[in-house]
């Protein structure tokens, strides 16, 4: 291995542009459809537009959570995926601008901010401490605003150490994640009941913030594992990609699938288990005729297919292989929003509507196009690591 071989100050690839252009006109178009879903039908409209927002939210936020624990832990893979992470963080303001629709459909979501139904409810009503309109809204507000600050600072930290490659700035960065990590922890999980749980007010669970941090972090690594594989043909990647290198991101994934299944059966378990008539109905209504087939499909699909796959090193180290996986991971990941917001949308009838999709590519069109953007913006390895990742890849 030798130096000339990691140029680590390569065109981004063509491609990039390409993508940055199709994904707005798709994005675009569907925006449109949207629109006239939202005027046609805007129960719907508001109920696909959350699922998808939380997708597109997950991959953004878990990026940024991901970002900062290999700021923590390094390791060859942080090398290959730092840009991509950071890339993906970098589109937090479109997706705070994004979340505005959900504020202007907070009746149609969430039963507890109509005034009839809260008169008529005593639980609602000795929740109204803290399940009240301008409460929400400024819970909101200081979610982004904790989440827009820490990927601006990493960011601009990030692009300090590139330009002049002190180590304090590498140090400020590892002194930051810490507690950054903390802070994401603390705000997702009151972000998740917020805007998931209180859809249905009279359910609780205190596992489900975790439920949401493992998926999020699931959805960040597939994605960031999905643009690796893409660009994996062209510099500087092409040069530096090794089997090693991509059997510990396929070891980190399993992780991820694991945890996520922990936590999620765990709830269904203790919940199930403990029969209670303020828990059970979540799952009644998610276990009811046709929503049974979603969740069978999560547990094959989402955990025991990928959990198979990426115990067998070949799937790790053939990147095709890899790329299904992860690609089956994302759709996984949206379906289980779809099973945590639909049956909220027909009070437990399974049905699926083109608004799901249009939102999901409408708000995916954009997040791609800002996404690439920014992933063209910078070079596509860190420019201060050189010899650290040399010196890496050699033990490799």
């Not at 970098?90 to 907070?106: D, K, V």
């Not at 209180?198 to 960040?220: K, R, V």
């Amino acid at each position: 291995m030798t130096n000339d071989l990691i140029d680590l100050n390569a065109a981004p690839p063509a491609g990039l542009r390409r993508t940055q252009a199709a994904a707005l006109l798709v994005g675009l178009a569907a925006a449109a459809l949207c629109l006239a879903g939202a005027i046609a039908d805007p129960n719907q409209f508001f109920h696909s537009y959350l699922m998808a927002f939380m997708f597109w939210l997950g991959v953004g936020l878990g990026s940024l959570a991901i970002a900062m624990m290999q700021y923590l832990t390094g390791g060859v893979w942080a090398f290959v995926m730092r840009r991509s992470l950071e890339a993906a963080s970098r589109t937090l303001p479109l997706l705070a601008i994004l979340f505005l629709p959900i504020l202007l459909g907070l009746h149609w979501l969430y039963p507890w901010t109509l005034p009839a139904v809260r008169a008529a409810d005593a639980r609602i009503q000795a929740k109204a401490l803290y399940l009240n309109v301008p409460f929400f809204v400024v819970r909101a507000a200081f979610y982004f605003a904790v989440w827009l600050l820490l990927a601006y600072l990493i960011n601009r930290w990030s692009r300090e150490n590139d330009r002049t490659g002190d180590p304090l700035v590498f140090r400020k960065l590892a002194r930051l994640s810490a507690p950054g990590l903390v802070l994401y922890a603390f705000t997702i999980t009151f972000a998740s009941i917020d805007w998931v749980m209180s859809l249905e007010p009279h359910w609780y669970s205190t596992i489900f913030g975790m439920i949401f941090m493992t998926g999020q972090g699931l959805s960040a690594l597939a994605f960031a594992t999905l643009v690796l594989v893409l660009l994996s043909r062209d510099r500087p990647f092409a040069n530096i990609l090794r089997v090693t290198t991509m059997r510990d991101v396929g070891n980190l994934i399993l992780a991820f699938v694991m945890l996520w299944a922990y936590t999620s059966f765990s709830q269904l378990l203790l919940i199930w288990a403990g029969n209670l008539p303020e828990e059970i109905p979540w799952y009644v209504h998610r276990l009811g005729p046709g929503w049974q087939w979603i969740g069978l499909s999560l547990a094959v699909f989402h955990f025991f297919v990928p959990f198979v796959l990426l115990l067998m090193r070949r799937t790790k180290q053939a990147l095709p292989m890899l790329r299904a996986v992860v690609i089956l991971l994302l759709f996984m990941r949206l379906l289980d929003l779809f099973w945590m917001v639909g049956p909220e949308t027909y009070q437990g009838r399974l049905v699926v509507s083109w608004q799901d999709f249009a939102t999901t590519i409408a708000i995916g069109g954009l997040f791609v196009a800002v996404f690439a953007w920014q992933l063209a913006s910078r070079p596509l390895l860190p420019l201060r690591d050189r010899v650290e990742l040399l010196a890496a890849l050699k033990r490799h």
